[in-house]
């Protein structure tokens, strides 16, 4: 079964840290995305990589980086951690092809800035 | 900017009716559409595709309907179960981009 794996589900961190949400897929997918999904706002994305040391920004980009070093590996970087910054946060992959291609979605890791 | 939205936010249906959840999407060019489904502290998982030269496609208990010139999306699911209450969301995508539009989501509640 091919996965998504988040390496946290909850969060704790406090206002100005600098935080790190890593993100794996074992399917060997060229694109991956960070979305954070507030309620009432649906999925929003923050940013996306198409292939190794390739990012682009989302809708959302402000106060977020990402690292892409290896094809499997996407990391979430909030440089300093504010309270409208919790939220949940969903990492996707997806096989290159253009639409025709759903996401595969990691189960979410919860934050929460304190 | 484009959006993909839905007309309910909750839906309760009664164990073995058939649920029927709708979405308008508003970029025409859309040309592939996705329903998810997302358990309480979950993340999305595909339910079932439709590319926009199909109108219709059922899956196992689930179909989806496509009207390209109203630009509506629905998700029918038959003899609707006590496992099928999560939040379902569509979302759509054009040809040669990386992203998906996503809706706010639908809530289904299954009534014993």
Redesign the interface.
């Known amino acids: 079964d091919v996965k998504v794996t988040q390496s946290s589900r909850y969060l704790v961190k406090r206002t100005g840290e600098k935080v790190f949400l890593e993100c794996v897929q074992d399917m060997d997918h060229e694109n991956m995305f960070w979305y954070r999904q507030d309620p009432g706002l649906g999925l929003r994305l923050i940013y996306f990589s198409y292939d190794v040391k390739m990012k682009e920004k989302g809708d959302i980009p402000e106060g977020y980086s990402v690292s892409r070093e290896k094809k499997e590996r996407f990391s979430l970087i909030l440089e300093s951690a504010s309270t409208n910054q919790t939220s949940m946060y969903l990492c996707a992959s997806r096989s290159p092809g253009g639409a025709g291609y759903g996401y595969t979605f990691g189960s979410g890791t919860r934050l929460t800035v304190v | 900017g484009e959006s993909v939205g839905l007309h309910l936010p909750t839906l309760s249906v009664q164990e073995g009716d058939n649920s029927i959840i709708n979405c308008a999407y508003s970029n025409s060019a859309s040309?592939?559409f996705?329903w998810?489904k997302q358990e309480s502290?979950?993340?999305?998982?595909?339910i079932i595709?439709i590319?926009s030269n199909m109108d219709k496609r059922q899956g196992q208990r689930v179909t989806v309907l496509l009207n390209k010139t109203v630009k509506h999306l629905s998700l029918q699911i038959a003899a609707t179960q006590p496992g099928d209450s999560a939040v379902y969301?569509c979302a759509d995508?054009?040809?040669?981009?990386?992203?998906?539009i996503?809706?706010?989501?639908t809530r289904l509640k299954v009534l014993a």
Not at chain 2, 41 to 46: A, D, L, S, V, W
Not at chain 2, 94 to 100: D, E, H, I, N, P
Not at chain 2, 102 to 105: A, D, E, I, L
């Open positions: 040309d592939y996705i998810y502290g979950k993340g999305p998982q595909f595709d590319r969301f995508s054009t040809s040669g981009t990386y992203k998906y996503f809706g706010t989501g």
